[in-house]
């Protein structure tokens, strides 16, 4: 493959780096007790993201999981939204009202965070479905852990996608648990991509610590999907660095060397080592993407301390569009 | 004024509403040139075709997901269930999905969806077709609930729930769809949230729903004969109830008797009786009855149906025992 021109190559890397960044000030402000609830952090599988939403314009549309913080920001929602919405502020993408796995966006096209495994699949073909109707050039991609091929959903959402030719690119992140149950062991066939074939769709499977694996594989997609050719399903494997949620330790079910063998793949050092042997950049270079990166974290940060919570006399309202 | 079925209302109000607005479209299990498992897309084929009127496969998670999905994003899609009974299978779209995006997304998105399908016993359908699962609906904030006694109101409130910025679901009884009504040729609309008195009396207020509402009436006549003078009033929305109309009536006649063809554990009945219980306590003069069906799934043979299910004479003779007290 040749390699794309260097503002994309500095683009996927300083989102991953802003995706790392973001994930680890999170984990140590939910340390710190900032954050209320559950967050899942994407902490390992950066590439994903980055390597998709690459591709995407403002327009276009994403829905997403549980797992969702690096979707929202790769898909340009503005940082201090994000966060603010994880500290439960009224500035926050929504309000506050929803938290890490209800973040929603639509000026972003960010249909929503999912707090239900599997519902990312069929709304995010509801939103192509809508596309091609309309008339638009607009492209959806779903995406969705390995613990939700084995849902409905997935099945239902790629059959319909299919027969329906849908613009929308399925792209699993697998990265082999679903908490603690093993990908191999929930999974017959042991592989997403070949389930592509009983919905008559492309299914590739590509290596998901790779950002440029993942940007050429989701590149044609989404080009396929934007020509009216139809949906395709990307299995990436990749491997989430850190527990389920934070609190779990993430041991347990998986052994100290699995664990370590998938840190020597780190998405990051991986595609840094590559541009710097291939001379593209600088070490200067990606120091001052480096401090770029933390300055903007820190920003989101202090934004969320200083923004102001949601005022208990909205907590009823907004439940309908016309109220009632 | 002319008359017309409640199945050709539900059609008509579908039709006028896709020639209004381009957005509408419905997906459905045999909707498209088949015209609907109960006629209800008959004859619309021609005009609207394979584009608005799109036939899904048994999919109903499926097709479901993609309606919330579409209604996200600036359609207006009915998902023609069928069955009630079935939209079972597409509940976590219903409940966890459609109905909270709009107050989780802080009102950014709207979810303009309707569901609508058949629901009631009377037709030995058994277990899986006969369900009337409306108050489990109710229970879910961001859902509107809508259901339709007579074909004016069905046309009336249909159209108003494809209208809706919200996701909307309508019961319709399928011992309805033959019954006919006047319907005129003119546009109207019905709003959410209008309770209506069909019958006007003094001494009792019968408070009934759907299929109830027929046999609430009967009752009616039958006690005027005894010389007992029933209000009937039909909420025709639960989501929005209008407590007002329900209140008025009862604080008038001073006794309550619900009519409800839905289960009694914490349903349309017992609703009402806290209604009336919170704000209407000193207007009573009898004890709140409700009247619904035994909670049992469905039987299918004819006479165990018809024991499950709410009778004239059980109506009669509750309103009977209310007026001896
Ligand atoms: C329908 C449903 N079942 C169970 C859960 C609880 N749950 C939340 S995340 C998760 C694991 C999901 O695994 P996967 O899809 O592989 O995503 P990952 O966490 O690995 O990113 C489970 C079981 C849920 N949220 N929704
Ligand atoms: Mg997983």
Known sequence: MDLPDKDVLLALYRQMLMLRRFEEAVARVYREGKIPGFVHLYIGEEAVATGVCA????????????????????????????????????TGCSGGRGGS??????????????????????????????????????????????????????????????????????V??????????????????????????????????????????????????????RAGEGPTLIECRTYRFVGHHEGDPGTGYRTQEEVEEWRKRDPIPLFRDRLLTDKVVTQDELAQIGDDVEAHVQDAIDFSAQSAWPSPQEAATKVFASPL | ????????????????????????????????????????????????????????????LGFTGVAVGAAMTGLRPIVDIMFWDFAFEALGQIVNQAARIHYMSNGQIKVPLVVRGVIGAGQSAGGHHSNSPYPLYTQMPGLKIVIPATPYDVKGL?????????????????????????????????????????????????????????????????????????EVVDPRTLVPLDKKTILASIR??????????????????????????????????????????????????????????????????????????
């Open chain 2, 158 to 230: 249909l159209k108003t729930a494809i209208r809706d910025d919200d996701p909307v679901m309508v019961f319709e009884h399928k011992g309805l769809y033959n019954t006919k009504g006047p319907v005129p040729e003119e546009e109207y609309t019905i709003p959410f949230g209008q309770a209506i008195v069909r019958r006007e009396g003094s001494d009792v207020t019968l408070v009934a729903t759907s299929r109830m509402v027929l046999l609430a009436l009967e009752a009616a006549e039958t006690l005027a004969d005894e010389g007992i003078s029933a």
């Open chain 2, 252 to 325: 008038k006649t001073n006794r309550v008797v619900v009519v409800d063809e839905a289960f009694s554990p914490c349903g349309v009945g017992g609703e009402i009786a806290a209604l009336a219980a919170d704000e209407a306590f000193y207007h009573l003069d009898a004890p709140i009855k409700r009247i619904h069906s035994l909670s049992v799934p469905t039987p299918s043979s004819p006479p165990l149906e018809k024991a499950v299910v709410p009778s004239l004479e059980q109506i009669v003779t509750t309103v009977r025992e209310v007026m001896n007290q």
């Open chain 1, 172 to 225: 699993c992140e697998n990265n082999l648990y679903a908490t603690e149950m093993s990908f191999l062991k929930a999974t017959a066939g042991q592989s997403v991509a070949a389930r592509a074939a009983a919905y008559a769709m492309p299914g590739v499977a590509v290596d998901g610590q790779d950002v440029l694996a993942v940007y050429q594989a989701a590149g044609e997609a989404i080009a396929r999907a």
């Open chain 1, 101 to 170: 796995m209800h973040l929603y966006a639509p000026e972003y096209g960010l249909l929503g965070t999912n707090g239900i495994v599997g519902p990312s699949i069929i709304n995010g073909a509801g939103a192509a479905f809508s596309a091609k109707y309309r008339g638009t050039s607009q492209v959806t991609v779903a995406f969705f852990g390995d613990g939700a091929n084995n849902t409905g959903s997935f099945h239902e959402g790629l059959n319909l996608a299919s027969i329906w030719k849908l613009p929308v690119v399925f």
């Open chain 1, 55 to 90: 591709h995407l314009e403002k327009t276009d549309y994403v829905t997403s999981t549980h797992r969702g913080h690096g979707h929202a920001l790769a898909k340009g929602v503005p940082a201090r939204q994000v966060m603010a919405e994880l500290w439960g502020r009224s």
């Open chain 2, 1 to 60: 004024m002319r008359e017309i079925r409640y199945i050709d209302a539900i059609r008509e109000a579908q039709a006028e509403e896709m020639r209004r607005d381009k957005t509408v479209f419905i997906f459905g299990e045999g909707i498209g040139p088949r015209g609907g498992a109960f006629t209800q897309t008959q004859g619309m084929w021609d005009e609207f075709g394979e584009k608005r009127l799109i036939d899904t496969p048994i999919s109903e």
